[in-house]
């Protein structure tokens, strides 16, 4: 992306668009080592390097926060060793420097924040907040009443016992069942887990909760941007 040098500069917080203009003609401003004293002089921001008294001017990155709604068969990585598709094949190339907030498995679609502050994804992930996550299973049998109270009590997964959590049946269906699960934290593949040791294994599952924060109607795949309502409910947790 091209951008003039004094726009740049302003950008970058060095001076306001008046000001870097003066320190451009002062002789202040170099690009790539070579001083530039001509106004409207245009940078790449992809190799140029800007230098202002001898030192690199950087442009402060702006923050965002994305909400996607995972697919089943992304993984959540920036880069995956085995080439899978990632999360981040569902982003256009200008979000490029944004990571995941904690994960969805591969097999498990969802919401996914995704975010380049890194206070953000430090609140949400630290267990000390214990944010609310709600998930939809779909879980093989039909669970009773004894099963599902032994999930909100709180039971034994890798030898560790899980916090109290809710859970509700959704649907009975033939064979089957959908469940509504709420915990309160984000071990390796809880729900998961929490389902298996009911004898109920997950058939598929869905985030559809962070928080206050729903998934909604946004399409399996598409993304949109947080309000700042929203980042701001989630930096005051
Ligand atoms: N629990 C799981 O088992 N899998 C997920 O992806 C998220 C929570």
Request: one cysteine or more; charged letters at 30%.
């Amino acid at each position: 992306m091209e951008m003039r040098l004094q726009k740049f500069l302003a950008k970058a917080g060095i001076a306001s668009r008046r000001k870097a203009e003066e320190y451009i003609l002062d002789g202040k401003i170099k690009v790539n080592g070579q001083l530039i004293t001509e106004l409207g002089t245009k940078i790449n921001l992809d190799k140029d390097l800007v230098y202002y008294n001898d030192k690199i001017v950087e442009l402060i990155p702006e923050k965002v926060y994305i909400l996607l709604n995972k697919p089943e068969k992304y993984v959540t990585t920036v880069k995956d060793q085995f080439n899978r598709p990632t999360v981040m094949d569902l982003l256009p190339p200008s979000l490029k420097g944004v990571h995941p907030v904690g994960r969805l498995d591969y097999n498990t679609s969802g919401l996914l924040l995704l975010t380049n502050d890194g206070d953000f994804t430090y609140k949400i992930t630290h267990p000390k907040h214990s944010i609310k996550k709600i998930y939809i299973a779909k879980v093989r049998g039909i669970p009773k009443e004894t099963s599902l109270e032994k999930l909100r009590k709180g039971l034994v997964i890798d030898n560790y016992k899980t916090a109290p959590a809710k859970a509700k049946i959704l649907r009975k269906l033939k064979n089957d069942a959908v469940i509504e699960i709420t915990i309160y934290e984000g071990r390796n593949r809880q729900v998961r887990k929490m389902c298996e040791a009911i004898g109920h294994p997950v058939i598929s599952l869905k985030r559809i909760a962070i928080g206050n924060i729903f998934l909604a109607n946004l399409p399996l795949g598409k993304y949109r941007n947080l309000t700042k309502e929203e980042v701001d409910y989630f930096m005051k947790l």
